[in-house]
């Protein structure tokens, strides 16, 4: 894969970083979260408004430190 380097103002990034889902989650990981969800905004704008709601609501679970871990979930699914 190929990888490139932007110039972004320090404010930009400092929102990017509002994004963050967790502290080595990459800036391309972001964009494309952005991306996917404008993209989704300008199809279904009623559905996306109702998925945004539903993702601050997985972040700030996540923040508090309520989440499976992949481990965890694999054991609970029995895999």
């Known amino acids: 894969m190929q990888t490139t ?3 972004i103002h320090e404010d ?6 509002l ?4 502290k080595n989650e990459s800036y391309d990981e972001v964009l494309k979260k ?3 969800i404008v993209k ?3 199809k279904q ?6 998925t945004i709601k539903e993702i601050e609501k997985a972040r700030e679970r996540i923040k508090k430190g309520h989440f499976l871990t992949e481990e965890e979930a ?3 699914l029995g895999l």
């Open 34 to 36: 952005i991306v996917y």
């Open 40 to 42: 989704t905004c300008k």
């Open 45 to 50: 704008p009623k559905l996306s408004q109702e």
């Open 19 to 22: 994004f963050r889902e967790y």
């Open 12 to 17: 930009t990034k400092s929102q990017l970083d």
């Open 74 to 76: 694999k054991k609970r």
């Open 5 to 7: 380097t932007i110039k």
